[in-house]
């Protein structure tokens, strides 16, 4: 009994002091002694405990209490908590961490089950405070439209967002089939705006592509790490050394990544017995993915551009580092940092960065990206007038390196 007695004592002396109201002079802070017979009644841990509470919340408290009795129209608890918590996340400067409201929550979960209805971009937020297609979807609305890497959504019909909004936008995009959505653009290079009108499909994430080229050179297009895509790439990969492939071109080009196993997967097919990646966390605890033995014997290249982020970039840098393969194209994104995911009791969800990963020899790859190994830029005159990709110089340098190896 005594133990809840001097529990109850170090609340009300808290709710006492954090009760204490913002004078008209500005912010006022309680400063109140707990009186001397509750203080022979309070142990020492407790005291520190209840200092604790009033140096953490005292202010939060004050401040709270001169919004809500001095804006000028009344305020919405609940929106005003939502505000705190968000700011918390805010406080890290990760623009990759964040608090979603449960409605949030739920739409930023949408597209992870693979099936959704919208226009088919992977987006993040940038440094500069801008919403950045990493990637069109192969085949999607946005990819047909002429969405491009680099390009900057800085408008959902005509409501503006920014990277700090960033789930809200995708939200927006987001809608039933067979609707219309508009959304504006800062084009990647030039910088104009431009608007453009699209229609929203359903959108079935197919990841993996393959076909056979001239002179006997496969070709498999990795959109994506999903769930099948390490099974799916196993199949094509072992079909094309079944017919006797001279060698295979793996286009990683537009892949904003996903599941970290599957691309360490397919890692493990393309390598011998070694590390793939390695992840490190605050306290400089380490987690090493390895290889096994037993790696394919078909030469390959890998392709890879701005638009290759997180996953990709374990694949890439992995192959690169244990020289298993060369890279064509341009740097990748660099992304090299891992989020952890929670949906809270009250249905409202969290998401922050926990770790980050580095290529086998130690290169971090987070804000750098992976430099090719064959640098091979595309440019305007690359493309026809509709946006589509007619000259492919680096699908070209990659199967002329294949031919040369053979």
């Given at each position: 009994m005594l133990e809840i007695k001097k529990r109850n004592l170090i609340f009300l002396i808290i709710v006492a002091l954090l009760c204490g109201g913002a004078g008209a002079g500005g912010f006022v802070y309680s400063v109140m002694r707990p009186p001397e017979t509750a203080m022979k009644e309070i142990s020492q841990t407790d005291y520190e405990e209840y200092q604790y509470y009033k140096d953490t919340y005292a202010k939060l408290d004050e401040l709270k209490k001169f919004v809500t009795d001095n804006f000028y129209v009344k305020v919405d608890d609940e929106k005003l908590f939502d505000g705190i918590y968000k700011g918390l996340f805010a406080g890290t400067g990760d623009i990759y961490s964040g608090y979603y409201t449960k409605t949030e929550y739920e739409s930023m979960m949408a597209s992870t089950t693979g099936e959704y209805s919208g226009i088919g971009v992977t987006i993040s937020p940038d440094e500069q405070g801008y919403i950045v297609v990493v990637a069109p979807t192969d085949g999607t609305p946005a990819d047909?439209?002429?969405?491009?890497?680099?390009?900057?959504?800085?408008k959902v019909d005509g409501e503006p967002y920014t990277g700090e909004t960033m789930d809200l936008a995708a939200s927006a995009m987001r809608g039933?089939?067979?609707?219309?959505?508009?959304?504006?653009?800062?084009?990647?290079?030039?910088?104009?705006?431009?608007t453009l009108t699209l229609r929203r499909e359903k959108i079935v994430s197919k990841s993996v592509s393959a076909k056979m080229l001239e002179d006997n050179i496969g070709y498999i297009r990795i959109s994506a790490f999903e769930q099948n895509t390490a099974k799916d790439f196993e199949t094509e990969l072992h079909n094309m050394e079944v017919k006797g492939a001279a060698g295979v071109v793996i286009d990683l080009r537009g892949n904003g990544g996903g599941l970290v196993d599957a691309s360490v997967d397919i890692a493990d097919r393309l390598l011998p017995e070694g590390t793939i990646t390695y992840t490190e966390d605050q306290k400089g605890e380490r987690q090493y993915y390895k290889s096994k033995s037993g790696a394919t014997e078909l030469p390959y290249v890998l392709l890879v551009d701005g638009g290759s982020a997180s996953a990709s970039e374990i694949?890439?840098?992995?192959v690169k580092d244990n020289d298993g393969g060369l890279l064509v194209g341009t740097r990748t994104f660099g992304k090299g940092i891992i989020q952890m995911i929670e949906q809270l009791k009250d249905g409202d969800g969290i998401k922050l960065t926990i770790m980050q990963y580095f290529s086998p020899n130690g290169t971090p790859i987070q804000k750098k990206g992976i430099e090719p190994d064959i640098e091979v830029k595309l440019t305007?005159?690359?493309y026809d007038e509709d946006g589509v990709l007619v000259n492919d110089r680096q699908l070209e340098k990659a199967v002329d390196l294949l031919k040369k190896a053979e």
């Open positions: 047909k439209a002429g969405v491009k890497a680099g390009d900057r959504i800085i039933k089939a067979g609707t219309k959505v508009e959304i504006t653009l800062l084009r990647a290079g030039s910088g104009k705006e431009e694949l890439a840098s992995a305007e005159d690359d």
